[in-house]
């Protein structure tokens, strides 16, 4: 069965500092990988999508996700926080078969001033 | 260009009864998505439709369905509501069957007594 993965429920990082939403996935074929972000009482925005050619993806509000084929894993990354960036984030796949997203069960990021 | 809208915003029903949610999609959206959001289960997804056919349906039972219209305007009704089923109800829209970027309305938050 496909899967996609987000092994922490809540990521706390210090304003300014690096972060890191993990996101590992189990789908066939060729993955289409996505990175969503929910701000409280909003709809989810889309952040960025890998479908195919490079491996680091660059996306909104300064954040990026790296295609890791070896490790099935797509992890979101910022180089420096911002207190603006706490939100509930979601990583989605999708086989390029079907386009039927299937969704992990989001992480909370918490930034600290 | 107007977002996705998704009417009622807010919703209060009592266990037996039926509720019909709607969703209009971007215009020109062709692909329209419903799913389920609750702080314990994270995103559970429901149905798709694309060009009025539903393209992909979850593991919902069938109290839940949908229907899209030939605007692309899409509706969902739970019939029979029960306490479980009170969420917070997002519509997602998008332009292709690839569903490479989902645009989604602020959601129905529907409280079933």
């Known amino acids: 069965a496909q899967s996609v993965a987000q092994p922490e429920d809540q990521v706390n990082v210090a304003e300014g500092n690096p972060l890191t939403v993990k996101c590992t996935y189990s789908?066939?074929?060729?993955?289409?990988l996505f990175w969503y972000v929910q701000y409280p009482n909003r709809g989810l925005q889309f952040l960025l999508k890998y479908i195919t050619g490079d491996n680091l993806v660059k996306g909104s509000y300064g954040f990026e996700a790296e295609f890791n084929k070896s490790q099935t894993s797509f992890h979101l990354k910022k180089p420096s926080a911002l207190v603006s960036d706490s939100a509930l984030y979601f990583c989605?796949?999708?086989?390029?078969?079907?386009?039927?997203?299937?969704w992990g069960a989001g992480t909370k990021l918490i930034i600290k001033p | 260009k107007a977002g996705v809208t998704q009417t009622p915003r807010y919703l209060i029903k009592t266990r037996g009864q039926q509720v019909t949610l709607s969703c209009s999609p971007i215009s020109g959206h062709r692909s329209v998505s419903w799913y389920q959001q609750t702080p314990g289960q994270g995103l559970q997804f429901l149905f798709e439709?694309?060009?009025?056919?539903?393209?992909n349906k979850g593991n919902f039972p069938g109290r839940f369905s949908g229907r899209q219209f030939s605007n692309s305007r899409s509706e969902m009704n739970v019939s029979t509501l029960e306490l479980g089923d009170s969420a917070l109800y997002l519509c997602?829209?998008?332009?292709?069957?690839?569903?490479?970027?989902?645009?989604f309305g602020s959601g129905t938050q529907l409280s079933v007594l």
């Open positions: 989605a796949g999708a086989a390029d078969s079907n386009y039927q997203l299937i």
């Open positions: 789908v066939s074929g060729n993955p289409y």
């Open positions: 997602a829209s998008s332009l292709a069957a690839t569903n490479e970027k989902l645009f």
């Open positions: 439709y694309f060009s009025e056919t539903q393209r």
